[in-house]
């Protein structure tokens, strides 16, 4: 049977297989940065070699930002377009890694042994068990199970700003009969999970300013205005004293969780308890009357990300800062707009200046909240799939996370897309000490040759 | 007559006084920033080595942070204590300088000619103009006007950790009739100034954190806390919606200002438009019922003086941080008590904290404020001795900043200061881009040979 003989393979080639994902992680593609430009440029251009070796027709293609790498190979039906992004998130706080975030290891821990470094699990080392499925599958058959092409996206993590041109500009092309995304996370270490909703998300970064300079505060103190008191008004305004936002038609489209998705979800026996100790917390900080699941697959949000301005060194300045500066974002569900949610916010820092103030925004590429057809056949033939390769039954599940593409597929190429990955709860993604569990990897490659020989009836 | 031998002296010796400040502006003397301590080190020595030059019996004294300079010299009454510092502010945000802080240059600017570094005014070219005039005293007379007793510290940026220790174990050494102070500004450039009350000053800096680890808001958002969010609660609590600040009792012991010291500063023809708009401001931001005089020299504030957390790179990074950071800073008038200041701040930050968060503190070291006691007979001779150098005649001023060592000198030593200072509202102290007259630096230096004459019957 063809699909045992890839399975083998997939097996034999473990150790290779690994050389190559640390290849990849070891180039420093953080696409938020500058700095950081030529290392994002040289991962887009492994990616196209490796591809090449596997036989696909691939390109670096330009973009006004970062590169996409496309590939195509094999014939017949169904048409797949994979999705992944080998960009990966900023590292600070560096000081909190244990070593270099670029120098990939294996890592033993408690769950197994791990690959330790920024990008491993999102998203360099999920989209690497695609390709090394293709790989196993292209080796043992001599050719692709039906026509695929690939999109490795270099913008993931930085709001995505090329991606809805490119898919315009190239619709023919990359337009499937469906998407599969290898960007997501399983339910546990034996469960694995195809995701079918997604929350949206909107954000901006104000700056506000006051005078023309930093000014002493004990000469202009009480009389100069602080833009840090008037920013701390503003964050401080955007949630009432439930953790509700405040900001006028915010709850528009947001939809009651149905009771049959309710009640499936409750089914699933989230330990909410354990979720938040896992990383320090013991009670849900969200709304009242909704589950931790509720709060973080159902509930829209607005979160501070990032907040400065004024002396933060050692010791103290007595100043007066001239600016102060949030990163604001929102994460969206149902109807919600990106673009209201976020002229909304607007209209609300507008409201708080007081005189002498101003504001100035940097909008982030939005995107509104997805919800899958999951009555496809795909979805039951995937589900059946994963669900022989892990310990237990795969299942459906809400994510709160914002994976925009799947979106850009559904509007641009009216194409949906089947989520499937291989991250767990404590990959620390976006975070230090970022891992991806080896046993993730290795069966997360074998997990993909099922799927393929299950949508492509080729095994 | 000596005095103008002495003041043509000085004239005569600007090229040589000019080239000595800049040799000490030239070290980076930031006493906030460990990584600065060998600079702080090298600034004293220099100090100390000019001083023996002018026949001082002068010493690098230890303390367990940055050194001391103590220099004796001069016989017979009074005995006077000169104080200054040779430390200096941050540079940070280093991008706003014209050019390097720490390489001082003269600029030509609309006011005249102006000396540029950072450090030119506060305090480096102040404590030199004392410097000068001594000099200048022994080159003409071969001895000092009376028994003088210099003191420079190096941690007056930092909250003066080891002065109140230091001046408890010298106190025999160090206590004079009376001490001169010079890190205060003029009225204007033709009216010269003697500050008969400062504010004082109590801090903290305060940490809040949530969860162990920086998480993903898409799997956590809604359902983690953000200390950010909580910052932001605890720092808009800070101030009624008139700008009062909202800490219990923080106003026990805020006195009226007096009805005859209202009336001596509104005979000062203070311009609060042109004071305001000549930082890109229009409109006092303080309690209202004030003047601005009021509200910078006889009203305590709260200011938040730095903030930072979570993601403050370019781009965006959609994280909840674990910590989130702030420095406040209280500036005191009357019988404010520092210590009650900084404890009620501590409380009314645990009051604003919600489950599973903790605040954790680093006071920064308080002064209550302090009023001279302007009938003591110093006080007149030093107004008529300035009053002859300066266009205009010198008056008696409030300041809105702290300079805790008058406090420290009055409480441990049992002595009162004359503060007198040559700095003008421009000059950029605690900002990019300081500078220090070349007017304040020639005249200042003339200005206290006058005063050294007057205050020891020597001229």
Known sequence: MTLNAVLDRIDADQ??????????????????DPAY?????????????????IGLDAERRETPGHPMVVAHGGTGGPHLLFYGHYDVQPVDPIGLWDRPPFDPVLRETPNGTAIAAR????????????VEALRAWKAVNGELPSRITMLFEGEEESGSPSLVPFLRENAEELKADFALVCDTGMWDRETPSITTSLRGMAGAQVTIRAADRDLHSGFYGGAA????????RVLDGLHDADGRVTLPEFYDGVPEVPVEIRAQWETLGFDETAFLADVGLSEPAGEPGFTVLEQTWARPTAEVNGIWGGYAGAGFKTVLPAEAHAKVSFRLVGDQDPEAVVRSFEAH???????????SFIRKGGSPAMTMPVDAPEFGKAREALS??????????GAGGSIPVVGHFQRVLGMNSVLIGFGQRDDAIHSPNEKYDLASFHKGARSWARVLAALTGRA
Chains 1, 2 share one sequence.
Not at 37 to 53: H, I, T
Not at 119 to 130: E, I, P, R, V
């Open 15 to 32: 150790p290779d297989a690994l050389d190559r994902l640390f290849t990849l992680l070891r180039f420093e593609s953080v696409s938020t």
């Open 37 to 53: 430009d030529e290392q994002v440029r040289a991962a887009a251009d492994w990616l196209v070699a490796d591809l090449r070796g």
């Open 119 to 130: 990008g491993a699990a999102d998203d360099k080392g999920q989209l690497m068990t695609f």
């Open 225 to 232: 205005r602080n833009p840090i008191h008037v920013l701390a």
């Open 349 to 359: 820092v507008r409201a708080c200046l007081p005189p002498d103030c101003e504001a």
């Open 388 to 397: 022989a390769e892990w310990p237990r039954p795969a299942i459906f599940v």
